[in-house]
């Protein structure tokens, strides 16, 4: 691979090269052609570059693995990710683990990982299975429906039903609804920006969300304090009464408002990744055929090193996330720039997992490239990396290697078109543009 350590040092105050088109059009590109845009600001300016957006100001892309690695292992206390993130706090709220930083965020982090262990999956297994069943029975067959979003009631039932329990209440229930609809107005991508964010008496889309948001949280304190009165509390295992009992090292609880911003965090953090994720692992799957084959092939007979590689080759290729963020609190040197406090530095997962030095033929996709090789530690990042790594990656890999062959045993899958989908910004997401068209029929 190209090595980067030996760029010369450069002034202070010299930014990485980058566009010079007005920041308003840089915006168009980053929010319309985002794989595009960066691909050709790669090509220009090479792996450390600027992109000028109106809202976080300039951002510096990085897409080498020396460089992540630089930013993964630096100081936390100024490589901040929760400010970097401030976009999400009106739906996560203030004491999300997404929103906070340093001792602050190490606490809630500490607090929250017990359930997100390797060892706990074994137990979320059962609530998957039957989640997929139920839903794949509900299937239309030999007619064209949108996957994705069948895949998102798979994992928004999912990542409930592990928080709240299995016991599903008329109150959980509704709370699904809730979020559901609250999703359905929270995903334009005209929500990241701030200056459209006005009421107009809940008739603009800013005023919309507001009012679901509300009633979502109406939903969500009810049940935390339902959960405390529960006598039985200490011998469930839902998230939800792990987080109620959990203590940091001074010996305090997490508040009610603590629960309701992690709670949000992780439905709204753990679904729609994780059945994005999966719409794509389909997408890809349908149009490689002998791909798909050997995968029913070597399930049936109990195997599962293919299935694995299929995974880590989806979330390569169709990384669901484009790239993370840190923002500077002091002055930060990288590839011999000296960057400025303020400056957000993004780690670009798009375009380092893109590299063709790392993957051959990089726009292919072909698991085998996993099969004998565990991936490259700061060359494949769909989940982040340092301090501040997915929480439930674990959880949501175990997740797509249990939705898939439930799915495969159920019903056989082809592509509604010849096509592989379009990536398409939604929100934060990188998604199928039509939601991975379908045809099912039975097995
Ligand atoms: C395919 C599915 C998923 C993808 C691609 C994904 C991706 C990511 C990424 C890129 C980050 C930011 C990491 C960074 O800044 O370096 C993140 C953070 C996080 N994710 Fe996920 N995620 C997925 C599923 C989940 C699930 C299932 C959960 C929980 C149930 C979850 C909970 C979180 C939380 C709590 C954080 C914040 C961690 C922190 O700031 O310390 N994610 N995820």
């Not at 010299?14 to 319309?32: H, N």
Request: aromatic share 6%.
């Amino acid at each position: 691979m190209a090595s980067v350590s030996t760029l010369p040092r450069r002034a202070a105050g010299v930014r990485p090269p980058g566009s010079r088109l007005p920041r308003a059009a840089q915006v168009v590109l980053w929010v319309r052609w985002p794989t595009q845009f960066m691909a050709s600001c790669q090509r220009r300016f090479g792996d450390i570059f600027t992109v000028n957006l109106p809202v976080d100001g300039p951002i510096v892309n990085l897409a080498h693995p020396d460089l992540i690695k630089t930013v993964f292992t630096g100081d936390s206390d100024v490589l901040h990710a929760g400010e970097a993130n401030a976009i999400l706090e009106p739906v996560l709220g203030r004491h999300s683990v997404l929103l906070l930083d340093g001792q602050e965020h190490l606490r809630q982090r500490r607090l929250m990982l017990p359930p997100f262990h390797g060892e706990r999956m074994q137990g979320y297994a059962g609530i998957m299975e039957t989640v997929t069943r139920e839903t794949v029975a509900g299937w239309p067959r030999n007619r064209v429906f949108a996957l994705r979003r069948s895949m998102q009631a798979i994992t928004l039932e999912v990542i409930i039903r592990a928080v709240f329990g299995v016991d599903v209440s008329d109150e959980v229930t509704a709370l699904r609804d809730l979020i559901t609809d609250m999703l359905a107005v929270a995903n334009s991508p005209l929500m990241l920006l701030p200056w459209l964010r006005h009421e107009l008496g809940g008739h603009s889309p800013w005023g919309r969300f507001v009012q679901r948001n509300a009633r979502v949280n109406e939903a969500i304190y009810a049940l935390i304090a339902a959960r405390r009165r529960d006598p039985r509390l200490a011998e469930r295992s839902d998230i939800l009464a792990l987080l109620l009992q959990a203590r940091d090292e001074q010996g305090n609880q997490l508040s009610d408002v603590e629960l309701r911003d992690e709670l949000m965090t992780l439905l709204l953090a753990g679904h729609e990744t994780t059945a994005t994720s999966l719409a794509w692992c389909f997408d890809l799957l349908l149009h490689h055929p002998d791909a798909l084959r050997r995968l029913e092939h070597e399930l049936e007979r109990g195997e599962t090193a293919w299935l694995d590689a299929v995974i880590r080759e989806t979330m390569r290729v169709r990384p669901v996330i484009l790239a993370v963020a840190r923002r500077l609190t002091a002055p930060f040197e990288i590839a011999g720039y000296h960057l400025p406090p303020g400056t957000v530095v993004a780690p670009n997962i798009w375009l380092t997992h893109h590299r063709d030095d790392i993957y051959p033929d990089p726009d292919a996709f072909r698991p085998e490239r996993f099969l004998e090789q565990a991936p490259e530690p700061y060359g494949w990042l769909p989940f982040g990396g340092g301090i501040r790594r997915c929480l439930g990656a674990s959880f949501a890999i175990f997740e797509m290697r249990t939705v898939i062959p439930t799915v495969l045993r159920q019903v056989r899958l082809r592509p509604a078109s010849p096509e592989l989908e379009r990536v398409r910004r939604e929100a934060v997401t990188f998604v199928p543009a039509r939601g991975t068209r379908v045809i099912a029929t039975n097995r």
